[in-house]
């Protein structure tokens, strides 16, 4: 009789729930593997500046929402956790931060990602330099860090040494490349004078 009664005991959210959870992760993960290929292959991804500054809010509070509720599911289930108390109380410490950051990706990186695979086109966007003169980074050479966007999704790899000298913070560049007016692979770009 137990055994009727208890079809989701197991299943702290409904199926519709499970869905759109699973959906939110999976639009949060993609822009990684998108921006490694893209790195590999030259191309960085860019969400305008315009986009990242209008939708902050938006991004900050679906990061702060999915991280609440990735906390909660990993109390909930802490039972499904392999290993020992300390590792289930670090998944738990850590699963708001993981959720946070999934969730901010989703809403400010992934929509513009994605409309630049499937519509994209030739594109220039405006772009102000935060800091020309940052050292080597393990996946990004004599990068240029752009402001008002995303750590990880806020600077140009592959920046000659002689043209980095030349830029000062505050200065105005176009960046150029395939995507939409939300957001870019770049290919190059200039100064914007």
């Not at 989701?8 to 993960?29: E, H």
């Not at 400010?108 to 772009?127: C, D, F, T």
Request: aromatic share 8%.
């Amino acid at each position: 009789m137990n055994e009727s009664i208890s079809g989701n005991a197991g299943r702290p959210l409904g199926k519709p729930m499970r869905i759109l959870f699973g959906t939110w992760l999976l639009l949060g993960i993609l822009p990684f593997p998108v921006a490694m290929g893209g790195m590999v292959l030259g191309y960085r991804f860019l969400p305008s500046a315009e986009w990242a500054s209008k939708t902050s809010t938006f991004g900050n509070f679906t990061g702060l929402a999915l991280g609440i509720l990735m906390c909660g599911l990993s109390l909930v289930r802490q039972d499904l956790i392999p290993g020992g108390d300390i590792k289930k109380a670090g998944v738990v410490l850590f699963s708001p931060l993981f959720g946070f950051v999934l969730g901010r990706n989703a809403a400010l990186v992934a929509g513009p990602m994605v409309l630049a695979l499937v519509a994209g086109h030739h594109v220039e966007l405006p772009y102000t330099i935060a800091r020309a003169n940052r050292p080597n980074e393990r996946h990004c050479n004599s990068p240029l860090e752009l402001q008002g966007l995303l750590f990880t999704f806020d600077r140009l790899c592959g920046v000659p040494d002689e043209i980095r000298k030349s830029l000062r913070p505050g200065m105005h560049i176009v960046v150029e490349g395939h995507g939409t007016s939300y957001g870019v692979f770049a290919s190059t770009f200039r100064r914007d004078d």
